[in-house]
């Protein structure tokens, strides 16, 4: 690769890892940031009236592959990525085979190398086949990278299974994820439990089923002294009580992905199953409370859970399309419009949900920030005032069920820079 | 006048009166020798059935070949849904076919709104998951205004699985729409979650609103329920909510018995109850069909003189 030196001058240089906001230049050389201050060489590219930031982290993506091609591949779900400002992302271990053994996490980031347009850092299972059963081997896991587990769609019914994972997970101070629901409570859920549910006809999802499975895991993390992530949070309940477990200690992250902070259960009323994901879309206090649990940190990421499916499988029924939304090519500008500009989160606040926050809580290197002499170019740059409109069919992703298409919002994405490299440039996407 | 019907709140009370007052109307075809009037001819119906049920099928059929429409029935067994064609595929094959009504029977909650997205026909709710059954509403509706003469301002005690029932949801809002009092009365595992939310009273004894209860209408209970730990046997269920002989003797003299059948005899309502004089329930089967005649003679007939065909389709006879 020939080394090449350029120059953002006149930057609004975000960054919450040091938390500088200030306008400046910053130089790229090769793989790293060459500097941040008033010197400019190389390619000089006006970067007035953007902002430069750590490149975004999203701790929760399905990129469906293996398995799972029809829907999305890693190819695409990370072009996806970029576009949205993302440098690096979490897959989720619920493809074709299960990402269970390091056979298949090898196989994961060996696409992502050849294919990739970000960094992937694969979540492994936590038991064989999702089955809530036996222990996965995390430590031949671990041995190629992994730093999180989680059987993502499928909760870990058993106490005694939750409380060995996070026990043998110490081992490598890995972190274990358990997606947060009493599955006894939610045998055929189609949306938030409540009186719409009833008026609906569509069976209830209700909160309770999300709080007892945190609860029981904030008991155990915290007796195991294990790092515990809560993922998708969408409740107020839920908020409350990683709220008072963080007071008393507990190893806890937590993440709430933009559909939980920007729409309700009442979109469930159009039955159109673009609407239905899981946890479901709740009520406007919910999406009060998480704002909130953002605003305090005791919500520290921003997480997609980009779930795509193909338009056959989604054009279905309600009750029998699969839960799930895009939202790596969204994320960014919900958090602006929905959270920056009405002042729920500063600037710094929104990034460091989206990238600094993420990046630390996953043990994540080279992202995240300092933008500083030395860092690795890992960046985003975006114009916060353009609006732009959603199309459902214009984005990277292979699938299009983004509940927002139509939608205009504000804040996109410009440049984003992997170790250096434009992987978006111009708003477009630059060859792997 | 109508374009879809696929919720009973698709209709204000005047509509709804309008239906019923047609209805009447129409009725009176079945006592003809002839039972057919040429309101639709040349109109295309389907019944779109995706459940088993042989009766609302029946119903509606009769309903649109009185009015000399031209009925197909859709069944997902033994057709193309059987191997996996998906509701969006049938519904443009059908609008392919130029059917100008689709009469949907359907498990899932909300497919007959996704169907209207994919067709530019007419489509009737003939009852969706958990979700609407407006053409019952109205037949019951009909059947008390029959029986009692108005509707407004009666009280109706709504009994049983409510939480599970269609028949529930778009009733208990056709009887508010028009201006009665229901009351809910179920153990709360039968309720609705936030039941209070449906502006109707909500009692969990049966005993303690029979006597201020013009119309006791009395769902289905089934007995898969009973390993789903909503109650715990049906002994027990018909002991505390079951009619029988003793609670018809506690009901007001003019008070009605309704049912929207298939009854389970011996649980929710005892042969006495379900064959007395106070029950409606074979009334129901018979007006079923003169309210879906008007149905989708409100909606396919034409727009313009509405009026006049209805006198044409009773001329020679009533009112």
Same mark, same amino acid.
């Given at each position: 690769?020939?080394?090449?030196?350029?120059?953002?001058?006149?930057?609004?240089?975000? #960054?919450?890892?040091?938390?500088?906001? /200030?306008? !400046?230049?910053?130089?790229?050389?090769?793989?790293?940031?060459?500097?941040?201050?008033?010197?400019?060489?190389?390619?000089?590219?006006?970067?007035?009236?953007l902002?430069?930031?750590?490149?975004?982290? +999203?701790?929760h993506?399905?990129?469906?592959?293996?398995?799972?091609?029809? $829907? /999305?591949?890693? $190819?695409t779900?990370t072009?996806?990525?970029a576009?949205?400002?993302?440098?690096?992302?979490?897959?989720?271990?619920?493809?074709?085979p299960?990402?269970?053994?390091?056979?298949?996490?090898?196989?994961?980031?060996?696409?992502?190398?050849e294919?990739?347009?970000?960094?992937?850092?694969?979540?492994?299972?936590? !038991?064989?086949?999702?089955a809530?059963?036996e222990?996965?081997?995390?430590?031949?896991? *671990?041995?190629?990278?992994?730093?999180?587990?989680?059987?993502?769609g499928?909760?870990i019914?058993?106490?005694?299974?939750?409380?060995r994972?996070?026990?043998?997970?110490?081992?490598? #101070?890995?972190i274990?994820?358990?997606?947060?629901?009493e599955?006894?409570?939610?045998?055929?859920?189609?949306?938030? /439990?409540?009186?719409?549910?009833?008026?609906?006809g569509?069976?209830?999802?209700?909160?309770?089923?999300?709080?007892?499975?945190?609860?029981?895991?904030?008991?155990l993390?915290?007796?195991?002294?294990?790092?515990?992530?809560?993922?998708?949070?969408?409740?107020? %309940?839920?908020?409350?009580?990683?709220?008072?477990? @963080?007071?008393?200690?507990?190893?806890?992250?937590?993440?709430?992905?933009?559909?939980?902070f920007?729409?309700?259960?009442?979109?469930?009323? !159009?039955?159109?199953?673009?609407? @239905?994901?899981?946890?479901?879309?709740? *009520?406007?206090? #919910?999406v009060?409370?998480?704002?909130?649990?953002?605003?305090?940190?005791?919500?520290?990421?921003? $997480?997609t +859970?980009?779930?795509?499916h193909?338009?056959?499988? @989604?054009?279905?029924?309600?009750a029998?399309?699969?839960?799930?939304?895009?939202?790596?090519e969204?994320?960014?500008?919900? *958090?602006?419009? /929905?959270?920056?500009?009405?002042?729920?989160?500063?600037?710094?606040?929104?990034?460091?949900?989206?990238?600094t926050?993420?990046?630390?809580?996953?043990?994540?290197?080279?992202?995240?920030?300092?933008?500083?002499?030395?860092?690795?170019?890992?960046?985003?740059?975006?114009d916060?005032?353009?609006?732009?409109?959603?199309?459902?069919?214009g %984005?990277?992703?292979?699938?299009?069920?983004?509940?927002? $298409?139509?939608?205009?919002?504000?804040?996109?994405?410009?440049?984003?820079?992997?170790?250096?490299?434009?992987?978006?440039? +111009?708003?477009?996407?630059?060859?792997? | 006048?109508?374009?879809?019907?696929?919720?009973?709140?698709d209709?204000d009370?005047?509509?709804?009166?309008?239906?019923?007052?047609?209805?009447?109307?129409?009725?009176?075809?079945?006592?003809?020798?002839?039972?057919?009037?040429?309101i639709?001819?040349?109109?295309?119906?389907?019944?779109?059935?995706?459940?088993?049920?042989?009766r609302?099928?029946?119903?509606f059929?009769?309903?649109?070949?009185?009015?000399s429409?031209?009925?197909?029935?859709?069944?997902?067994?033994?057709?193309?849904?059987?191997?996996?064609?998906?509701?969006?595929?049938?519904?443009?094959?059908?609008?392919?076919?130029?059917?100008?009504?689709?009469?949907i029977?359907?498990?899932?909650?909300?497919?007959p709104a996704?169907?209207?997205?994919?067709?530019?026909?007419?489509?009737?709710?003939?009852?969706?998951?958990?979700?609407?059954?407006?053409?019952q509403?109205?037949?019951?509706?009909?059947?008390?205004?029959?029986?009692?003469?108005?509707?407004e301002?009666?009280?109706?005690?709504?009994?049983?699985?409510?939480?599970?029932?269609?028949v529930?949801?778009?009733?208990?809002?056709?009887?508010?729409?028009?201006?009665?009092?229901?009351?809910?009365?179920?153990?709360?595992?039968l309720?609705?979650?936030a039941?209070?939310?449906?502006?109707?009273?909500?009692?969990?004894?049966?005993?303690?609103?029979?006597?201020?209860?013009?119309?006791?209408?009395?769902?289905?209970?089934?007995?898969?329920?009973?390993?789903?730990?909503?109650?715990?046997?049906?002994?027990?269920?018909a002991?505390?909510?079951?009619?029988?002989?003793?609670?018809?003797?506690?009901?007001?003299?003019?008070?009605?018995?309704?049912?929207?059948?298939?009854?389970?005899?011996?649980?929710?309502?005892?042969?006495?109850?379900?064959?007395?004089p106070?029950?409606?329930?074979?009334?129901?089967v018979?007006?079923?069909?003169a309210?879906?005649?008007s149905?989708?003679?409100?909606?396919?007939g034409?727009?313009?003189?509405?009026e006049?065909?209805?006198?044409?389709?009773t001329?020679?006879?009533?009112?």
């Amino acid at each position: 690769m020939t080394r090449s030196i350029t120059s953002f001058t006149d930057v609004r240089l975000v #960054d919450p890892a040091s938390g500088r906001d /200030e306008l !400046t230049n910053v130089v790229i050389d090769g793989e790293r940031v060459a500097s941040v201050g008033s010197r400019t060489e190389g390619v000089r590219i006006n970067a007035d009236g953007l902002v430069l930031a750590p490149g975004l982290v +999203d701790l929760h993506v399905h990129l469906r592959e293996p398995g799972f091609e029809d $829907a /999305e591949t890693i $190819a695409t779900g990370t072009a996806a990525a970029a576009l949205g400002g993302f440098t690096a992302v979490c897959p989720m271990a619920n493809t074709d085979p299960v990402a269970d053994h390091a056979g298949v996490i090898e196989q994961v980031l060996r696409l992502a190398r050849e294919e990739g347009h970000c960094d992937v850092a694969p979540v492994g299972a936590i !038991t064989r086949g999702l089955a809530g059963e036996e222990l996965a081997e995390l430590g031949a896991m *671990t041995a190629v990278g992994v730093r999180c587990f989680s059987d993502d769609g499928k909760p870990i019914r058993s106490a005694r299974v939750m409380r060995r994972a996070l026990e043998y997970a110490r081992t490598w #101070d890995a972190i274990v994820c358990n997606h947060a629901e009493e599955s006894s409570l939610t045998a055929s859920a189609q949306m938030n /439990e409540g009186a719409l549910s009833g008026l609906l006809g569509l069976d209830g999802w209700p909160h309770e089923a999300e709080e007892i499975m945190v609860a029981r895991d904030l008991l155990l993390a915290r007796s195991a002294g294990a790092r515990l992530h809560v993922p998708h949070v969408s409740t107020a %309940g839920t908020v409350e009580l990683i709220r008072q477990a @963080k007071a008393a200690g507990t190893r806890v992250t937590a993440e709430v992905a933009p559909h939980h902070f920007t729409l309700t259960e009442e979109r469930a009323t !159009t039955y159109d199953p673009v609407y @239905k994901v899981n946890p479901p879309l709740r *009520t406007k206090e #919910d999406v009060e409370a998480v704002r909130e649990g953002l605003a305090d940190g005791t919500i520290e990421a921003i $997480a997609t +859970d980009h779930a795509p499916h193909p338009p056959e499988q @989604k054009e279905q029924e309600w009750a029998y399309a699969p839960p799930g939304m895009l939202g790596l090519e969204t994320a960014l500008a919900l *958090t602006l419009t /929905e959270l920056v500009e009405p002042g729920v989160l500063t600037l710094t606040q929104a990034l460091g949900a989206l990238s600094t926050n993420p990046a630390r809580s996953r043990d994540i290197d080279g992202h995240g920030g300092p933008v500083e002499e030395g860092a690795p170019a890992n960046l985003v740059l975006f114009d916060p005032q353009t609006r732009w409109t959603v199309d459902a069919r214009g %984005g990277a992703s292979h699938s299009r069920n983004t509940p927002y $298409a139509g939608r205009e919002l504000r804040g996109r994405v410009v440049h984003t820079l992997l170790r250096g490299r434009f992987t978006v440039r +111009d708003g477009e996407l630059v060859g792997a | 006048m109508i374009p879809h019907l696929l919720a009973i709140d698709d209709l204000d009370a005047d509509q709804i009166t309008r239906v019923l007052d047609t209805a009447e109307q129409l009725k009176e075809i079945a006592l003809r020798p002839i039972k057919k009037v040429p309101i639709l001819r040349g109109r295309t119906v389907c019944n779109l059935f995706y459940e088993d049920s042989t009766r609302t099928r029946i119903s509606f059929e009769l309903a649109a070949k009185r009015l000399s429409a031209d009925v197909l029935n859709f069944s997902a067994k033994g057709s193309s849904v059987s191997k996996g064609e998906s509701l969006k595929d049938t519904a443009l094959t059908l609008e392919a076919m130029g059917v100008d009504a689709i009469v949907i029977r359907h498990s899932a909650s909300g497919a007959p709104a996704q169907l209207t997205k994919w067709v530019r026909g007419k489509v009737l709710n003939a009852g969706d998951g958990r979700h609407q059954h407006p053409t019952q509403a109205l037949l019951d509706l009909f059947t008390i205004r029959e029986r009692l003469g108005r509707l407004e301002g009666l009280r109706v005690a709504v009994v049983g699985d409510i939480v599970h029932s269609r028949v529930a949801r778009s009733l208990v809002q056709g009887l508010q729409i028009m201006g009665a009092q229901v009351t809910l009365v179920a153990p709360p595992t039968l309720l609705p979650p936030a039941a209070g939310a449906w502006g109707a009273e909500v009692s969990h004894e049966l005993d303690s609103v029979l006597a201020k209860t013009d119309v006791l209408y009395l769902l289905r209970v089934q007995r898969e329920r009973m390993s789903q730990q909503f109650f715990p046997s049906t002994r027990e269920y018909a002991r505390l909510w079951g009619v029988d002989q003793q609670r018809l003797a506690r009901l007001g003299e003019q008070a009605i018995v309704m049912h929207p059948g298939p009854m389970n005899r011996g649980v929710e309502i005892s042969a006495d109850a379900a064959d007395g004089p106070r029950s409606t329930i074979t009334d129901q089967v018979t007006n079923g069909i003169a309210v879906r005649m008007s149905c989708l003679y409100l909606m396919l007939g034409g727009e313009a003189d509405e009026e006049a065909s209805a006198d044409a389709a009773t001329a020679g006879g009533t009112p």
